[in-house]
């Protein structure tokens, strides 16, 4: 039973735009409160992006990159959106959402999508 899908990853040249979308199971998106973006590059630590707390729609974003990214629902399609807006190579990673954790910590998260690819050149 597949919980979170993400997609919208793909080969992007820097300065540009792309839309992850992570696409929640019913059962999964009304009993959690958080869903969650990370990102990790090969060789490197899981990184936390931002969250969105479901039921009041409040977000937060880590501060290196909330002036580029943005996180939204739509609450209709159980739907979590992650908007990156001049993206740069150093974006380049597996990008991850994730559900039912706390803020940004990723070792809370219980339940995991597969992972879309991003890369900048």
């Known amino acids: 039973h597949v919980q979170l899908v993400e997609s919208g990853g793909g080969s992007v040249q820097a300065g540009g735009s792309l839309r992850l979308s992570c696409a929640a199971s019913?059962?999964?998106?009304?009993?959690?409160?958080?869903i969650a973006w990370f990102r990790q590059a090969p060789g490197k630590e899981r990184e936390g992006i931002a969250v969105?707390?479901?039921?009041?729609?409040?977000?937060f974003v880590t501060p290196s990159l909330k002036d580029r990214f943005t996180i939204s629902q739509d609450n209709t399609k159980k739907t979590v959106y992650l908007q990156m807006n001049f993206l740069r190579p150093d974006d380049t990673a597996m990008y991850y959402c994730a559900a039912d954790g706390t803020g940004l910590l990723h070792r809370s998260y219980k339940r995991w999508g597969q992972g879309t690819q991003v890369t900048v050149s």
């Open positions: 019913t059962g999964t998106y009304d009993s959690s409160d958080s």
């Open positions: 969105i707390y479901t039921q009041r729609g409040t977000t």
